[in-house]
């Protein structure tokens, strides 16, 4: 069942969007040559507890996973893209290191994701990050009323064949609200002018991720860390999203990073 949320509840949304944005700004400035996943996850713990939140990836137990995921961060490392155990491994120069996590506040949650390159970057990995942020405000851009859910899809799996991707289907974005995963399934491609009508309210997390050079992907033996099947490097990008009726309203944005041409969208409901 698909629930529409009220100018209000989305607002209460935001509140835990603009922490988890601001949560990731953080992240991505702390993490360095030399800095090991663990401190990542601690220092992400501390936070959540110091702001009175909850995260939705401690005790998560899907029918896809190992067991319950002990950690309020995924950190996925080079070839892992998604679901990622944060470990004892200390990031090296070069690294493609990609951050994903939700939280609640007050019953309320938001999702999001980015990737990022440690100390000095490979120019194929840069385009590669930046196929997942185009995408992602493509699909951002396409979520507005009167639009219908194959148009985000779309919009994301053009973007990837545009910059020669292969698009995996079998983990893509997701409702969301008071929980961390809702109706309807967001896939990361589709074709325009199919699925549901997409009305003023519903709620979403839109996270197109790609794999250099397959769509196939494996698991590591944790039954969590989804890598790459062919070994290629991955990236993931991710923002929560509110449809409203002047358009779609980003509710994850981070401080410093979305300002690129087209960020309209990122600005609150009230002031659109």
């Known amino acids: 069942m698909i629930e529409l949320k009220s ?10 969007g603009q922490f988890v944005g601001e949560l990731l700004a953080e992240l991505r400035e702390f993490a360095a040559v030399g800095v090991n996943l663990m401190d990542l996850e601690h220092h992400a713990r501390r936070r959540i507890k110091e702001r009175g939140a909850e995260s939705c990836y401690w005790d998560y137990t899907p029918s896809f996973g190992r067991g319950p995921f002990r950690n309020v961060l995924c950190l996925s490392v080079n070839d892992a893209v998604l679901h990622g155990l944060p470990h004892n491994y200390a990031l090296r120069d070069g690294d493609l290191l990609s951050i994903d ?4 506040i007050d019953g309320w949650v938001a999702d999001s994701a980015l990737s990022v390159i440690i100390g000095t970057p490979d120019p194929d990995d840069l385009k590669l990050i930046e196929a997942t942020e185009v995408a992602l405000k493509a699909g951002i851009d396409a979520a507005r009323p009167g639009n219908q859910l194959g148009d985000i899809s779309a919009a994301i799996g053009g973007v990837a064949r545009r910059y020669g991707y292969q698009v995996n289907d ?3 974005g997701h409702g969301i609200g008071r929980t961390m995963h809702e109706a309807p399934h967001v896939p990361n491609n589709g074709r325009s002018g199919r699925g549901m009508k ?6 979403i997390a839109i996270e197109p991720w790609f794999c250099r050079s397959t769509d196939k992907i494996k698991f590591d033996k ?3 860390t989804i890598r790459s099947a062919d070994g ?10 509110a449809i409203t009726k002047a358009g779609p309203q980003v509710l994850t944005r981070r401080p410093g990073h979305d300002t690129r041409p087209g960020n309209r969208s990122a600005q609150p409901a009230a002031t659109s």
Do not use: N, Q
Not at 7 to 16: L, N, P, S, W, Y
Not at 101 to 104: L, R, T
Not at 198 to 203: A, E, I, M, R
Not at 232 to 241: Q, W
């Open 7 to 16: 100018a209000e509840e989305i607002d209460r949304m935001a509140v835990t």
């Open 101 to 104: 996590m939700a939280v609640g």
């Open 170 to 172: 079998e983990f893509g």
């Open 198 to 203: 997409l009305k003023p309210g519903l709620t």
């Open 222 to 224: 944790d039954g969590w």
């Open 232 to 241: 290629s490097r991955s990236a993931h990008s991710e923002h929560t999203v």
